[in-house]
């Protein structure tokens, strides 16, 4: 690591580059600029390259520690990463939340003008079965320009290009306007509790001046071919409902069928939720998202999501847009079967019968609105319905400094490329922060295409090289637009 330390250092010591670009003021700073431009566009990219293949060396390292949860034993790697920032003059603290678990917190010092931005990642990963994968999940090892490992790109990547960048920061000597906090926490996968939601529980204090945090939650999507299509700024997540339906009736012999046996009464009313008719609606970011998207799309797509809002009530697009399980996810509440419980003998009807559903809830849509929606579906006031969880999700502003930073990266590394607000339908750490005021953007600064997404979670996941490089380049440029001082 040392080593291609010393060679940016010296890069950034030559000063060829950052003076002009750090203020902001390279674009006005005219022909200087151009000169530095050029200038700084060699030493720019050889920075970036450099910093690069650091960011390589590094995860390599990070995804060869096992942190699995459960059990998690994320104190491993926050160790790791508070070892490299102490190597780099940033002191970091490590915040037992249970045995073997902890989180990351470090901050680097800017004058306070105004308010900082905290770049959070997990440290945790899903499994992985070694016997489904062409390489060892936790391997660190690069095939074919790609860095393979649990964790590549949900979220060892792009925690090291948020530490990347960070070192970056620190090595310039660039005057920062926000102190920049660098925190990662275990436990995501699973919901928190004894990471981001810990921290948020013990710890506020250590974020209070934050006003922004960048964090995972969406990308640059890309093509087959791994060109840019938009990048998609996750502002806002769907809330998490998890539902419980329980029937009862008459045990009884199964060789004397019962007509509203528990069974009978619970399958019906599933069969009643699964074939209802989805139940779209279009949020005003929503409607800008796939207005933004429609300019990638052709024929009657094209026309669909240019727009949008007209379109949701007629049965043939609706067919259109629930051919894609992520966008048609953001038009609606969406409800998913997942737990069946019922009997313990075949020839017993049991007299008891129940079933989980995940519900992911747009923006702004209540608890109690959503569970008075599905009743008259349910159609069935014997079906018991109980909340197991409830977790709401509060979009961010997108009229911010830090959106407008990142839409100034993205025009200037990628040109005609929209920047455009998206909403999850997953769940991300960024919840715990929107509870505490902060304005929370899930962005990883990377083209991911259909294949590299379905990796995540799954099987064979990996980060190319080169988008790494790109990830830290960025991440670096869009923490000097939105906190240098100017
Ligand atoms: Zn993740």
Avoid at 384 to 410: C, H, Q
Avoid at 458 to 474: A, F, H, Q, S, T
Wanted: proline share 6%; hydrophobic share 40%.
């Amino acid at each position: 690591m040392l080593k291609s330390a010393k060679l940016i250092s010296l890069a950034l010591s030559m000063g060829l580059f950052f003076p002009a670009t750090i203020c902001g003021a390279g674009a006005s700073a005219g022909s200087a600029t151009a000169g530095h431009a050029n200038e700084g566009t060699a030493a720019h990219s050889g920075l970036y390259k450099s910093a690069g293949e650091e960011a390589t060396k590094i995860l390599a390292d990070y995804l060869k520690i096992d942190t699995t949860v459960p059990p998690g034993n994320e104190k491993k790697g926050a160790e790791y990463l508070a070892k490299i920032l102490a190597e780099n003059g940033i002191e970091a603290k490590i915040l037992d939340t249970a045995p073997e678990r902890a989180c990351v917190y470090a901050r680097l010092k800017g004058t306070g003008k105004k308010k900082a931005v905290v770049l959070l990642n997990h440290i945790d990963v899903v499994p992985a079965n070694p016997a489904d994968w062409k390489h060892p999940p936790f391997c660190g090892e690069i095939y074919d320009g790609e860095l393979w490992g649990r964790g590549a790109l949900d979220m060892k990547g792009q925690g090291i290009i948020q530490l990347e960048a960070m070192l970056l920061l620190k090595r310039s000597g660039v005057k920062l306007d926000r102190d920049i906090i660098f925190l990662g926490t275990p436990d995501e996968e699973v919901g928190g509790e004894f990471g981001a939601g810990w921290f948020k529980k013990h710890h506020p204090e250590l974020v209070s001046d934050a006003e922004f945090l960048i964090n995972e939650g969406f990308c640059i999507e890309a093509d087959e071919k791994g060109n840019a299509k938009y990048w998609g700024v996750n502002y806002a997540e769907k809330s998490a409902l998890w539902l419980e339906l329980k029937t009862k009736g008459q045990a009884g012999h199964a060789s004397m069928p019962l007509p509203d046996s528990s069974t009978n009464r619970l399958v019906r009313a599933l069969n009643r939720i699964v074939n209802a008719s989805p139940n779209l609606k279009v949020l005003p970011p929503v409607a800008q998202y796939f207005k933004e998207i429609s300019k990638l799309e052709t024929g009657k797509t094209k026309e669909v999501y240019a727009d949008i809002g007209s379109h949701v009530k007629d049965p043939a697009d609706v067919k259109i847009l629930m051919g894609d399980v992520l966008k048609s996810s953001m038009l609606r509440n969406t409800i998913s079967l997942t737990v069946l419980k019922a009997g313990y003998k075949t020839n017993v009807i049991p007299g008891e019968a129940s079933a989980q559903l995940d519900c992911r809830i747009l923006p702004g849509v209540t608890k109690d609105e959503f569970v008075s929606y599905i009743k008259p579906i349910i159609d069935d006031p014997k079906v018991e319905i109980s909340v197991l969880e409830w977790n709401v999700a509060s979009p961010s502003e997108i009229k911010t400094d830090l959106y407008s930073a990142i839409e100034a990266v993205a025009a200037e590394e990628s040109p005609d490329v929209p920047v455009v607000p998206v909403v999850v339908p997953w769940f991300t750490d960024s919840h715990w922060f929107r509870e505490l005021g902060i304005t929370a953007y899930g962005f990883e600064p990377v083209e991911i295409d259909k294949a590299h997404f379905a990796t995540m979670h799954g099987v064979d996941e990996r980060i190319p090289l080169r988008g790494l490089e790109n990830g830290v380049k960025r991440m670096h440029k869009i923490l000097l637009k939105v906190a240098a001082a100017k």
